[in-house]
């Protein structure tokens, strides 16, 4: 098994960055393709980026493209998103997942491919 705890999150005013953190423990992070998801209140669970296990292919949603960016530290088993010129409407809970199946055909976008994930983070964005 892997458990993951994310870090990172706060509040900020819009224009402003973040940087998130996912620490992994238990296995080799190198052997997960990793995903980020958020959810704010009232909301259903949505993706945010992805990074397959050598971080050499990345995928990200329409909504974040250009302003987040999702890396791996396999060494510091270590998933990260930075988040620059945030938006009220980015507001929400961040979580991370581990996955142990390959993507193929934008699954990385369902929740369901994941089988591990952290407690997540929250990220509030005032404007």
């Known amino acids: 098994q892997v458990q993951l705890v994310e870090s990172g999150g706060g509040l900020v005013q819009a224009g402003y960055s973040l940087r998130l953190s996912c620490a992994a423990s238990?296995?080799?992070?190198?052997?997960?393709?990793m995903g980020w998801f958020r959810q704010a209140p009232g909301t259903v669970r949505e993706f945010v980026a992805a990074?397959?296990?050598?971080?050499?292919?990345?995928y990200s949603a329409d909504s974040v493209k250009g302003r987040f960016t999702i890396s791996r530290d396999n060494d510091k088993n270590t998933v990260y998103l930075q988040m620059n010129s945030l938006r009220p409407e980015d507001t929400a809970v961040y979580y991370c997942?581990?996955?142990?199946?390959?993507?193929?055909?934008?699954?990385?976008?369902?929740?369901?491919?994941?089988?591990?994930w952290g407690q997540g983070t929250q990220v509030t964005v005032s404007s």
């Open positions: 238990g296995r080799t992070l190198r052997n997960y393709n």
């Open positions: 990074i397959i296990g050598s971080g050499g292919i990345t």
């Open positions: 997942a581990a996955s142990t199946k390959g993507f193929v055909m934008r699954n990385y976008v369902r929740s369901g491919l994941y089988d591990y």
